[in-house]
């Protein structure tokens, strides 16, 4: 039973932190629509965009992602550079 338990909150700690990434991936494309609009993700929308990101590279990279936007926005770098960059090399996979 315990066992049980125990899966049950594993799953729900997933299901936060995924809704977690959705939420900051989201934001993050909001704040640079303008940018995103002459990628090739421009007729997306936000959540489209997380979505598909989160199905193609999965939560773990994605986090990644997450991580490295904050470390290049702490240190006043181009995060929407960073980003396109990551579209295009979806792009070409």
């Keep these: 039973m315990s066992s049980i338990v125990g899966f049950e909150s594993v799953v729900r700690m997933m299901m936060l932190e995924s809704t977690e990434l959705k939420r900051q991936l989201r934001s993050f494309c909001r704040r640079n629509r303008t940018a995103l609009k002459h990628t090739y993700v421009g007729e997306y929308t936000a959540e489209e965009i997380s979505e598909m ?6 939560a773990e990279e ?3 992602i997450l991580a490295d936007i904050d470390i290049i ?5 181009d995060t929407v550079k960073y980003f396109m960059l990551i579209l295009e090399g979806l792009k070409a996979a």
């Design 73 to 77: 926005n702490r240190r006043n770098g």
């Design 62 to 64: 994605v986090k990644k």
């Design 53 to 58: 990101l989160i199905q193609s590279l999965g």
